[in-house]
């Protein structure tokens, strides 16, 4: 019944409002049996409410769905599921207390009595999935406590367990290892050699190259174009995605390095990483490189004192400080832009106004209260330097798109104007065009005196960026290496483990 020149799944005219304001226009959109289709644009542009629209999250304020050349009303994420419509989200949405094996049937055991739900069949078919995937994940242990990136293997298994039709993924490569989205992108091709369809959302243009056979490019909730990925240049696609020329990034002009403001003497915490010393100077920027998992994460929050080492030393301007918890940190005038900002950053119910301020209380209340006015300034100077796009500053933060909420974290560490600054991949699911803005903010901060600490596993923006590039490598620091030196190649050496053992070297 399937024949190939009819579409999967067509969509006319969608729209949608959010409390009377259009975050969507009449996009029209046929997809095709057997194809990876990349959904681009800039943060904001109405990617993920599509795909949410498709996969039952919300209700269209207009247009249709047809799949097969049937009329679909897709009411709820469990008529989608049936329909065979998987949306793997772009915050993972787990049970975290369940286990791995558990999420992976959840929704799907309708409503078995426990004592006939057949856990040791779910428990062979999730260890069947993961060696599918090619990844070692113990299917019986909860889902706190795994990595971000072990989530997202998760969440993907389950669209395989289900055996969806269309599958859309929601910048599923942004936590991956190059090694896993390698055997993401193997998985996808199968899939759809399979005849499946995929839906790729990712603002990493090379993997949209690597991987579809069409793009589709959306701006201000529009659909400006769909297309053979081979028929569209890089810079095609950007001027389709942003309707202007990109800003260059100019490379960090030489700040004047002053004295060490940050310094680490054989930081360890077992298990997570050992005997790093490292010095960050006033002025200047360092990056930290390596693979996902490497430990850099846990660098970044025992400076921080979310997760304090077990022995070593911290430095800040010549002092040596006890760190044991944030507030401990902030004292210290260091200020960190977590990874994961779903769960450590965003008050997700508060406004996005509030977001913003709530790391500088004192400023924007000189008195005894909170200054409406001041929260309101800082937040709209934020909201246009970074160009963070909103409705009202008064709107939940929640409300934002992905890529938004992270430029409002970014925003609220910058304003507290801190004299070292760790970044833990700040440009993650940031759009290419407001990518340069941003470097150029971390370059005035660096020449403003600040001493900067950047984890990227973007190497082009390392090598963009900073004075000097530390890599690490299984908790251990492997390279130092000056801005003049570095290369793609010599950091990726560098990051890749030497030992064939998993995990971290006791
Ligand atoms: N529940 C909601 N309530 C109000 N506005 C919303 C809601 N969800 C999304 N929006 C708005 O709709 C617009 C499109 O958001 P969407 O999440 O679809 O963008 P996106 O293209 O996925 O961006 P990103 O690349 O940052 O993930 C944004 O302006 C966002 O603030
Ligand atoms: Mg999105």
Same mark, same amino acid.
């Given at each position: ?27 029209? /959109? ?166 499946? @369809? ?47 020329? /990109? ?43 390596? /693979?996902?998992?490497?430990?850099? @994460? ?28 944030? @507030? ?133 923006? /390392? ?36 030992? @064939? ?6």
């Amino acid at each position: 019944m399937t024949n190939p020149e009819t579409a999967l799944l067509s969509a006319r005219g969608i729209s949608k409002q959010f409390a009377g304001i259009e975050v969507l226009s009449d996009v029209d /959109l046929d997809l095709m049996p057997g194809e990876i289709h990349a959904l681009v644009g800039e943060n904001g542009a109405g990617k993920s409410t599509f795909a949410k629209i498709l996969a039952g999250v919300y209700r269209p304020t207009r247009g249709s769905l047809s799949l097969n050349d049937q009329h679909v009303d897709i009411t709820s994420p469990i008529v989608a599921q049936k329909l065979g419509v998987t949306l793997i989200h772009q915050e993972p949405i787990s049970f975290p207390d369940l286990s791995v094996a558990e999420n992976l049937v959840l929704g799907r055991l309708n409503s078995a009595p426990l004592a006939r739900i057949p856990w040791q069949k779910i428990t062979r078919d999730a260890q069947a999935l993961m060696a599918l995937l090619g990844v070692s994940i113990d299917v019986t242990k909860p889902m706190r406590g795994l990595s971000i990136a072990d989530q997202q293997m998760v969440e993907i298994a389950r669209s395989l367990a289900s055996n969806s039709r269309l599958i859309i993924m929601d910048e599923p490569t942004a936590p991956l290892t190059p090694k896993e989205v390698a055997t993401l992108f193997v998985i996808a091709r199968r899939l759809r050699d399979e005849g499946r @369809t995929i839906i790729f959302i990712s603002h990493r243009l090379e993997e949209v190259r690597a991987l579809c056979d069409r793009v589709t490019v959306f701006r201000d909730g529009h659909k400006v174009a769909t297309e053979r990925t081979a028929n569209l240049s890089d810079s095609d696609i950007i001027r389709l995605m942003i309707g202007r020329p /990109l800003k260059e990034y100019m490379h960090k002009q030489g700040s004047i390095i002053g004295e060490v403001a940050l310094k680490l003497t054989n930081l360890t915490l077992p298990g997570k990483f050992h005997d790093i010393s490292l010095a960050v100077k006033k002025g200047e920027i360092v990056g930290l490189g390596g /693979l996902v998992g490497a430990g850099r @994460t846990d660098v970044a929050q025992a400076i921080f004192g979310i997760a304090p080492a077990a022995s070593g030393a911290i430095e800040v301007n010549g002092k040596l400080v006890k760190i044991n918890s944030p @507030t401990d940190a902030i004292a210290h005038g260091l200020a960190f832009v977590p990874e994961d900002r779903a769960q450590s950053g965003i008050f997700r119910t508060l406004a996005v106004e509030q977001n913003i301020t709530a790391a500088i209380a004192k400023r924007i209340a000189p008195a005894m209260f909170i200054s409406r006015f001041l929260e309101r300034r800082f937040a709209q100077d934020s909201v246009a330097k970074l160009r963070i796009r909103l409705a009202s500053l008064r709107q939940p933060i929640g409300e934002l798109s992905g890529g938004n909420q992270q430029k409002a974290i970014l925003a609220r560490w910058l304003l507290t104007d801190p004299s070292i600054l760790i970044l833990d991949e700040p440009t993650r699911g940031i759009d290419i065009g407001v990518k340069a803005e941003f470097y150029d903010m971390i370059g005035e901060l660096a020449a403003g005196g600040r001493a900067i600490l950047l984890i990227s596993s973007e190497l082009p923006e /390392l090598l963009a960026l900073c004075d000097r590039v530390l890599v690490m490598s299984e908790g251990r620091l492997t390279a130092d290496i000056p801005r003049r030196e570095a290369t793609q190649e010599l950091i990726m050496q560098a990051a890749v483990p030497r030992s @064939t053992h998993q995990g971290v070297a006791a």
